[in-house]
């Protein structure tokens, strides 16, 4: 049984995924490859995160699909995706990979070009979804453009990315039916409830 220390920080979200042999296994994978500014996001942490939250084991077979991201402008083909998904797959079979270069993203997106992966990241459609983690030499590093307060809470908030693309967030929101299997979350599903006209001026004066 891998251990689980407690999550309180972005170190503890590292330890544990440093800890778990599984989760670790597959970010090594990915640092063999030497994509990019290459990680695993989304689902992968978020997922591990809320199972451990919930008192539940974590399970890589239960992802729908593992988040392999990376940035690299200079070849946007999206063969070159599935070159590195099928190469992902002889070394874990069964895992879902997919593999997306966010260096075209922006267009599927309806965003102005990112600036890398952090930047691709950070216009994710739910706080506490925009986070990823990789290993450098087998260590692991997590980068969390929103911050993991909402990932910790069991809070769902839409990114400020998408203030004017609310009806997707909510539709996405629903569709995935988290609670039936973190009865804890709160979903928070108004552009108002997520950001107070207080807070957003706040925010405002701060930048």
Do not use: C
């Amino acid at each position: 049984m891998n251990p689980v220390p407690p999550l309180r920080t972005l170190s503890d979200i590292e330890r544990l995924l440093e800890a778990h042999a599984d989760l670790h296994a597959l970010l090594v994978y990915v640092e063999s490859l030497g994509l990019p500014d290459g990680w695993i996001g989304a689902g992968f942490i978020r997922n591990s995160v809320w199972d451990v939250l919930h008192g539940r084991t974590i399970d890589v077979r239960r992802l729908a699909d593992v988040d392999v991201i990376f940035f690299d402008p200079g070849d946007t083909r999206k063969q070159r995706e599935a070159d590195i998904e099928r190469q992902l797959l002889a070394l874990s079979p069964g895992i879902p990979w997919s593999a997306k270069n966010q260096a075209r993203m922006h267009r599927r997106n309806g965003d102005a070009p990112y600036r890398g992966t952090a930047d691709a990241i950070a216009h994710w459609a739910e706080t506490a979804t925009a986070i990823a983690a990789r290993a450098v030499g087998g260590r692991v590093e997590v980068m969390a453009p929103h911050g993991i307060g909402d990932l910790l809470n069991l809070i769902v908030r839409p990114t400020p990315a998408f203030k004017h693309k609310m009806d997707v967030y909510r539709e996405r929101v629903r569709s995935k039916d988290w609670p039936s299997r973190w009865p804890g979350l709160t979903l928070i599903m108004s552009w108002e409830e997520a950001y107070p006209a207080s807070q957003t001026s706040l925010a405002r004066i701060d930048t």
